[in-house]
Each structure stands twice: as structure tokens, then as C-alpha cells.
């Protein structure tokens, strides 16, 4: 047997920066645009919401139209396999004060009390991502403190048209003002893609500080100033420290499994029902009770949506029951709902039955917990 004899152990010194190493280094979920549970394109966009990529909410205040997709156009022999892609379809080559559009991913405070915001030794963090668009000039990353308004935003180039390239920007940590511990949306990570004067006219603010609308995005170029535009991006990592450490790839069930914390979603299709309850029963020939369980629970009570394509069938002749709808949640938290139906025929009591959606590819059933 081998034996390894240390005379000294010497503390480590320099600038580096203790990390809770059980969870990810990397703070933005779904950063390689490989989860995209409602949709892989959505056409017509012009207001808010979250279209196609999981855990990027689409912001925008009357500034083009856009098509969104999940997009294989990735950067070549980099790992990825899929990019976010915004499209303009509509341009506006002259935006109002108020317009604005932006990507954002949102993080809960609890998971990010180990960058210290708040105090003598808050952590800086760096941001390191993928960008190709053919629009090339300044665009602006910003961090937004939602629990206290307060933000930094630094900007990158884009230098070449239609073109992958790779973008490290270090945000300083703040002193000022700590982030709640709690599962609320209190980090936020936004990247402009267009900016009305409300948002540009000022000094951008390379610091933290109290914000100030007019200096989040000063330099701005306006991708949407022709219909000729596209922007993608993957490869988006925040981490803490000073230095950008290469992606980390995540198991594609794993980061599927962080994506469900937030938004669960299951779509039909048009060969086969899909089961979506763990169960439910029939008490009498007018009420049923069926119970669905969240894996894992979600981050909060969720809204619930559908597609009016919920089937309740019993577990005898597997026949349809009723058609459920979102009207008929009854109890409903983190850990799971009740769909409660009071009409429809058959009901046969004390019998047991279950929920599917309808075998068309329209149908689905989602829980959004979304920040």
C-alpha cells in the first residue's frame, strides 16, 4: 500500500469564492435553451410572457412584432444544441419613450443568499454567454435587484452580423441592501434588445445603485428596427466570482427537473390519450374527487390552464366520465390539486377513476409557478 506523508498544510490564498458545491454553479436555470415545455415557436408577439424556452419571460411595451422559437442554430463544436431565436416579423424603427424590450430569467432570493448582497463582503458574479444577431453595435445585460430597485447594467458588443460570438461581462456585488430569503423573485438577469428613451436618455449605470429607469440601457441598439433582424443566444451562465468558468452542462432530466419547479406542463398528442392524474374517486352519481401530485412540489400555489380537453374516465370500462376545466380546481398548493367535477354522466359511486387529455395535439394541462 502507498503512503502520502505532508509535512504542512497551507490555507489557500488569493481571490476565489466559497460556493455551496451540492447545488449548481451556475445561478440561471435552463441556461443552454434546452427545455422548452410550452412551445418551440410562437408567432405574432407583442406583449409579455413566457412563449417557448423555459425560465425566459419575453418583456416587451409596443416594439415590433416577434416570432420566438427554439432554434438549432448554436455556436459550432461548443456542446450546444439549441439557442433561444427572436425573429422580427414587424419592425418599428422609431420607438415611443416607453418601449422597450428585453429576455429575462428571474431567481429566488433563498437560493443566492451565499453572494451576501447586502453586506461588506458581498460576491461579485460573472456572466458568460453565447450571442449572434445581425444587428451588431451595443447591446446592454442588466442585473435588477427586485426586492430593493436597485441595479447595474454593462454593456457588450456584437461585432460581427450573423455570427456566434462569445460575451463575459463581471457585475461588482452590491454592499447595499440584502436579497429576501425567501422563494420570491428577487434577482432578476435582463438582455435588451431595444430601449425607448425612458430606459436610454440617461448615464448607464455601471455601478449598483438605486434605480433610475433613464440610465438601464443607455446605448442601446434597436432590434427591431428591421424586419431583416434576428437575435439568438445560448450558453447563458451567472456565477459567482470574478472569472467565467467554462458551461455547465446539466443532464437534460436534471435541468427538466429545475424547470418543473416552476412550470409543469403536459401536452397531448394526436395517437394516444395521455394519463394525468395519480387518481381520483367518484363519492356519489354527481361528485368526483381526482388528486394530482407535484414531482417535485412547485415553487408556489400554481395557476392553473388548460386546453378544455380533460377527460375524467373510470377505472371499469375505462369510459368518459366528464370534461374538467380550470373552473373546477378545488383545493390547490404547492404539492398538488384537486380537480372536482359535479356533472356528467356516467358517475358511478365508489368507484375509482382517472384523468387524461383527449389524443389531439391542442390539448394540454399546465401548472405555472413562474416568478
Not at 502507498?2 to 490564498?13: F, H, Y
Not at 429576455?103 to 450571442?131: C, D, H, M, P
Request: proline content about 2%; aromatic content about 10%.
Amino acid at each position: 500500500m502507498s503512503e502520502l506523508k505532508v509535512d504542512k498544510v497551507s490555507p489557500r490564498t488569493g481571490n476565489y469564492v466559497s460556493l455551496n458545491t451540492v447545488g449548481s454553479k451556475n445561478i440561471v436555470i435552463n441556461g443552454d435553451m434546452s427545455i422548452a415545455q410550452r412551445s418551440t415557436s410562437v408567432a405574432s408577439i407583442t406583449s409579455g410572457g413566457y412563449y417557448t424556452i423555459d425560465r425566459m419571460n419575453t418583456i416587451i411595451t409596443t416594439l415590433g412584432t416577434w416570432t420566438q422559437s427554439q432554434s438549432t442554430d448554436v455556436p459550432t463544436g461548443q456542446g450546444f444544441a439549441t439557442s433561444l431565436k427572436m425573429d422580427c416579423t414587424t419592425a418599428d424603427a422609431s420607438p415611443a419613450a416607453a418601449d422597450r424590450i428585453f429576455i429575462r430569467t428571474s431567481f429566488e432570493g433563498q437560493n443566492l443568499q451565499y453572494l451576501k448582497k447586502g453586506t461588506a463582503s458581498a460576491v461579485s458574479t460573472t456572466l458568460s454567454f453565447w450571442v449572434k444577431s445581425t444587428k451588431t453595435g451595443t447591446f446592454i445585460a442588466e442585473l435588477y435587484d427586485n426586492d430593493n430597485s436597485r441595479s447595474i447594467s454593462k454593456s457588450y458588443t456584437v461585432d460581427v452580423t450573423d455570427t456566434w460570438e462569445k460575451k463575459t461581462i463581471t457585475f461588482a456585488g452590491d454592499t447595499t441592501d440584502a436579497l429576501d430569503n425567501d422563494n420570491g423573485n428577487s434577482l432578476q438577469l435582463l438582455f435588451w434588445l431595444g430601449a425607448g428613451s425612458n430606459y436610454s436618455s440617461g448615464t448607464l449605470n455601471t455601478s449598483w445603485g438605486a434605480d433610475v429607469s433613464a440610465n438601464r440601457a443607455v446605448g442601446q441598439v434597436n432590434v427591431a428596427d428591421d424586419t431583416a433582424n434576428d437575435w439568438y443566444i445560448t450558453g447563458v451562465q451567472l456565477e459567482a466570482g470574478t472569472t467565467a468558468s467554462d458551461f455547465e452542462f446539466l443532464p437534460y432530466d436534471v435541468n427538466l427537473q429545475r424547470c418543473y419547479r416552476y412550470c409543469y406542463r403536459i401536452n397531448g398528442n394526436a395517437t394516444d390519450e395521455q394519463l394525468t392524474s395519480t387518481g381520483g374517486f367518484i363519492f356519489s352519481t354527481s361528485i368526483s374527487s381526482i388528486n394530482y401530485t407535484f414531482h417535485p412540489p412547485l415553487r408556489a400555489v400554481p395557476t392553473v390552464s388548460e386546453s378544455n380537453s380533460l377527460e375524467q374516465v373510470t377505472n371499469a370500462a375505462m369510459s368518459l366520465s366528464s370534461l374538467f376545466d380550470d373552473n373546477q380546481v378545488g383545493d390547490c398548493n404547492s404539492v398538488g390539486v384537486v380537480f372536482a367535477a359535479d356533472s356528467g354522466a356516467p358517475f358511478t359511486t365508489n368507484t375509482f377513476s382517472n384523468m387524461r387529455l383527449q389524443n389531439t395535439t391542442a390539448a394540454f394541462i399546465e401548472f405555472s409557478a413562474e416568478l
